[in-house]
């Protein structure tokens, strides 16, 4: 679920407060608060191929990695 959907869904007029008042005037952190970054989207993983997986396993021989690869069509 991306971030940038909970901002578009979020309602206009809604406020969200890092601190709130507390029963004697005193600011009490509120717990519901998410951050200031919480609707920045979160930059993308680079996406690892199978292949990659398969080389950097150590404890498969390099025979059984190719043979791996091979089943696999890779």
């Known amino acids: 679920f991306k971030k940038s959907m909970w901002r578009k869904s ?3 007029g809604l406020i969200i407060k890092k601190y709130i008042e507390g029963p004697d005037g005193i600011l009490l952190r509120d717990n519901a608060y998410v ?40």
């Open 10 to 12: 979020m309602p206009k």
């Open 35 to 74: 951050g200031e970054l919480a609707w920045e989207e979160e930059p993308e993983a680079s996406p690892v191929t199978i292949a990659e997986i398969i080389d950097s396993e150590t404890n498969m021989k390099a025979e059984k990695k190719e043979m791996l690869k091979e089943e696999l069509c890779i």
